[in-house]
């Protein structure tokens, strides 16, 4: 097995970080872009913009199905991260692991690692 592949195979995200980021993904995509998930990150200071690798690992772990992403919903589901700091620590874990996916992939793509 590859290095990286059984880092590949296993899911990011936590079962409470997929059903939040169910709903809060579809409002950040889906007009009119606001809804009780976007206001819940809001509410501990957190933009769109601060969890990106989050949403990248929610569309690897969550692969699209339609056009739309997610579901709407009448009310959040719990927020996964208590603070702003909680968030954006994830964040940068699952940047971690974006870094070396794609570090795994250029040296296949090159033949670096033969």
């Not at 296993?10 to 206001?39: C, N, R, Y």
């Not at 501990?44 to 199905?65: F, H, K, L, M, N």
Request: glycine share 6%.
């Amino acid at each position: 097995m590859p290095p990286n592949e059984e880092c590949t195979n296993m899911a990011i995200l936590s079962p409470a970080e997929k059903a939040f980021l169910d709903v809060f993904l579809h409002e950040a995509t889906t007009s009119p872009f606001t809804g009780p998930a976007t206001q819940a990150l809001h509410a501990i200071g957190v933009e769109y913009g601060d969890i990106s690798y989050i949403a990248w690992a929610y569309e690897r772990d969550v692969p699209r199905t339609g056009f739309e992403w997610g579901h709407s919903a009448e009310t959040a589901p719990p927020l996964p991260w208590t603070t702003r700091e909680a968030a954006l620590q994830r964040n940068r874990e699952i940047q971690r692991l974006w870094e070396a996916e794609r570090e795994s992939v250029t040296r296949t793509a090159t033949g670096a690692g033969r």
